[in-house]
């Protein structure tokens, strides 16, 4: 039986798509089936792995049409890893969820037999805390919230917690949160040491020991369609994902 994760932050630009591409392409490249399902309207992560955003049935398609999300699932270039592309309808689609009962569960019934299918599902996020991103809480076993090594890295993260607990009482009591990873990290500058050290202190049993850098590489990666393991190999971007795909499988 496989697991499902939500990769979440209400904050944009934390490496969110980045963690769910890289973090999927890291897992497969240890011989499991990975699913990423991109769930945001900007389809980063569908065109990070060298799809248009014009694919077509969709994620939209499984959250409002009611198809299940394996059925959507197409392979990517690197072995064992798919993908389930997103679509700009998926704009629309938080307001069009909000007027269904119980939208809360439509993704975890499109789940249907994914995790008889991959070994890890991984849902990215938008950024926010809206109807996409509860869906996605919901049909979720664990959360893994990318972290940026910047100054405003613990604003939000109180808000994101209480909500994961109301998600938790309300909606979903099986949700855990799989850990916190620190992304963007420029080890050379005093405040990623000490936001880190923040974060560490704050949350002790939190934080994977696994920090991503601000990588160049990383940060390519997506206009070529291809994870950096798969880009840059030898980068130092490469062997963190590694790292904490290790990191993630070993808390599984």
Same mark, same amino acid.
């Given at each position: 039986m496989g697991y499902v994760y939500a990769i979440a932050n209400q904050k944009g630009g934390v490496g969110k798509t980045t963690t769910a591409v890289n973090l999927g392409a890291s897992i497969a490249a240890a011989g499991h089936e990975v699913l990423v399902a991109d769930l945001?309207?900007?389809?980063? /992560?569908? !065109?990070? @792995?060298?799809?248009?955003?014009?694919?077509?049935?969709s994620t939209y398609d499984c959250l409002v049409g009611g198809i299940d999300l394996a059925a959507i699932a197409r392979p990517t270039a690197e072995s064992r890893l798919w993908l389930a592309p997103a679509s700009p309808d998926l704009a629309? /689609?938080? !307001?069009? @969820?909000?007027?269904?009962?119980?939208?809360?569960?439509r993704l975890e019934t499109a789940l249907g037999d994914t995790r008889e299918r991959f070994l890890f599902t991984l849902l990215d996020c938008p950024p926010s805390l809206g109807p996409l991103t509860v869906s996605a809480l919901v049909a979720a076993d664990r959360v893994l919230v990318p972290v940026q090594a910047e100054y405003f890295a613990l604003e939000g993260l109180a808000g994101l917690l209480e909500t994961l607990e109301l998600i938790r009482?309300?909606?979903?009591?099986?949700?855990?949160?799989?850990?916190?990873?620190?992304?963007?990290?420029?080890?050379?500058?005093?405040l990623a040491r000490d936001v880190e050290k923040e974060l560490r202190s704050h949350f002790?049993?939190?934080?994977?020991?696994?920090?991503?850098?601000?990588?160049?590489?990383?940060?390519?990666?997506?206009?070529?369609?291809?994870?950096?393991?798969?880009?840059?190999?030898?980068?130092?971007?490469?062997?963190?994902?590694?790292k904490l795909a290790r990191e993630v499988a070993a808390r599984a």
């Open positions: 945001d309207a900007q389809c980063n /992560a569908t !065109v990070a @792995l060298g799809f248009s955003r014009a694919e077509s049935p629309g /689609a938080s !307001v069009e @969820l909000a007027r269904i009962a119980g939208f809360e569960h009482r309300e909606l979903n009591p099986r949700l855990e949160i799989a850990g916190m990873v620190i992304t963007m990290h420029d080890g050379r500058t005093r002790p049993d939190l934080v994977f020991d696994t920090v991503v850098p601000r990588s160049i590489r990383i940060s390519e990666a997506p206009s070529f369609g291809r994870p950096v393991i798969a880009h840059a190999p030898a980068s130092a971007g490469s062997a963190a994902y590694l």
